[in-house]
């Protein structure tokens, strides 16, 4: 028996009384793509990037501002009990 994954095109061929795989062929074809294709998605790659970039600023921004309050508040307890 041949059966054939609809995904990656792989055929396995199955011994119909064992149930065992006795044969597997993988797909050799690549899969051909156009230049628009690859160029899209590196656009797509490059604007993911840029976003966790962005991402990953704000939030030591954030970090940063919190770090300075917690500071700031720390230096008038001090002051005050002085």
Do not use: Y
């Not at 054939?4 to 006795?22: A, F, G, H, N, Q």
Request: hydrophobic residues 30%; contains cysteine; aromatic residues 4%.
């Amino acid at each position: 028996m041949k059966i054939m994954c609809p995904r990656c095109r792989t055929v396995l061929w199955i011994d119909k009384e064992s149930e065992e795989i006795i044969k597997v062929e993988k797909n050799r074809e690549k899969k051909k793509h156009s230049l628009e294709d690859l160029l899209k998605k590196e656009v797509i790659k490059k604007e993911k990037v840029d976003e966790r970039m962005d991402s990953a600023f704000l939030i030591g921004k954030k970090k940063k501002e919190e770090a300075k309050e917690k500071f700031e508040k720390l230096i008038s307890k001090k002051s005050d009990e002085n």
